[in-house]
């Protein structure tokens, strides 16, 4: 790929809007960045527990990242241009809390952990491009967990949802039973079905078998 492409392309990654076409081309002549093709057929390319060593964005094509907790599964699309979990790269565990698998062929883009200390976090703009996402995610976090108490079952199913997401994209499909989802919400299943049954009569979900998937949240 020509350099003004490849500068071109990598600079839509979040992590690496705003770095210079020099400091990009100095690290590509030292192979700082490996470009890696991935295809539906593979499978899960990256698993939750798995060690993380580099830090992965992706360039081309999309992912569906899985959530797993106690009785359920959460999938969520990711479409390019993507970062996978930057945070895992510096947590204590430096592992992953999520499950990736492709979607579509795509490409990533991929640098070591030693390169990325070495070049990219000697570099201002994606010191402060990472510490803009990472402050972002904290405070969703925190939003979301000292969200009003409510009684209404629709708010507490949709503040569930976005309690146990990881990205801000809809749809987002729940496998879950009825009667998990009534006890995580502290409702009866009588009362969280009427609930499901009238939001997929409004369009917001969709539901199949032991499926929820949520198309959009309410503004």
Known sequence: MPISDFYLK???LPLLQGVSAEQILHMQERGAFRIVSIEPEEG?????????NMLTML?????????????WTLEEEIHAPAVIEEEALWNR??????TYRPLTNGRLLVVDRSHTMQFLMHNEVFRMNLLTRMSSRIERQYEASISLETTDIQDKILKLIQRISYTQNWPKRLKIKMTTLAKLIDETRLNVSITLRR?????MVVLTREHITFKHLPQ
Do not use: D
């Not at 565990?93 to 999520?98: A, D, K, V």
């Open 199 to 203: 939001m997929q009569a409004e369009e």
């Open 59 to 71: 360039m081309e094509g999309s992912l569906m990242c899985i959530s797993k907790g106690n009785e």
């Open 93 to 98: 565990s430096q592992t992953y809390n999520h």
């Open 44 to 52: 899960y390319i990256i698993r939750s527990g798995q060690h993380c």
């Open 10 to 12: 990598v600079t839509t």
